[in-house]
């Protein structure tokens, strides 16, 4: 079964960077991308970005290009999500998820509170 | 991008009832790269219908899908207690998009 387990909740002040982790087991970790979403309190669902584990290749919603960096590893299946200069409204729930090349994302992680706080 | 609208915004029924809920593209979504997802309170989203019309695993028959190019929709047949929850519509063709949601709640 296929798992993702996340790291736990983060509270960082505005002008710092955050990283968060998302291990999965119960799959072929090369063999899927790796997307990252995200959820402001009472909001909808936001795509930053993926990484293709077998080739190290992320790529990122205009949005986010330049304050957002995907990496994996693929000797621990895990993948990495850091974001930097945060500020408040990057306060939300983040979220790891497993996709297919077409884009398709189906199982999810558990979520990652950041709260962005002075 | 192409920019997804969910109608309505909250969607008020009883259980046995039927749902129907849209999802319209700012543009032609090619091959069908739509997907839906539930949402409850505190949960992950869950993968209900991918390809506009597929159930994933484990999907009960009651959610349907179907539309293309730029209108979709999404209808449950009757309401169980457990599907009162948020639905969200997401494109995959061009890089990723989700709409807004649309929520079901009891009546």
């Known amino acids: 079964q296929v798992q993702l387990v996340q790291s736990g909740a983060e509270v960082k002040k505005p002008g710092s960077s955050v990283k968060v982790s998302c291990k999965a087991s119960?799959?072929?970790?090369?063999?899927?991308?790796i997307n990252w979403v995200r959820q402001a309190p009472g909001q909808g669902l936001e795509w930053m970005g993926r990484?293709?584990?077998?080739?190290?290749?992320?790529n990122y919603a205009q949005k986010f290009q330049g304050r957002v960096t995907i990496t994996a590893d693929k000797s621990t299946s895990t993948a990495y999500m850091e974001l930097s200069s945060l500020r408040s409204e990057d306060t939300a729930v983040y979220y790891c998820?497993?996709?297919?090349?077409?884009?398709?994302?189906?199982?999810w992680g558990q979520g990652t509170l950041v709260t962005a706080s002075s | 991008e192409i920019v997804l609208t969910q109608s309505p915004g909250t969607l008020s029924l009883s259980p046995g009832e039927r749902a129907t809920l849209s999802c319209r593209a700012s543009?032609?979504?090619?091959?069908?790269?739509l997907a839906w997802y539930q949402q409850k309170p505190g949960q992950a989203p869950r993968l209900l219908i991918y390809g506009a019309s597929s159930r994933a695993t484990g999907i009960p028959d009651r959610f349907s899908g179907s539309g293309s190019g730029t209108d979709f929709t999404l209808t449950i047949s009757r309401l169980e207690p457990e599907d009162f929850a948020v639905y969200y519509c997401?494109?995959?063709?061009?890089?990723?998009?989700f709409g807004p949601g649309t929520k079901v709640d009891i009546k």
């Open positions: 997401q494109q995959y063709d061009s890089s990723i998009t």
């Open positions: 998820a497993r996709g297919y090349s077409s884009g398709l994302i189906d199982y």
């Open positions: 990484i293709i584990p077998i080739l190290g290749i992320a």
């Open positions: 543009q032609s979504v090619s091959s069908s790269y």
């Open positions: 119960g799959g072929t970790f090369s063999s899927y991308n």
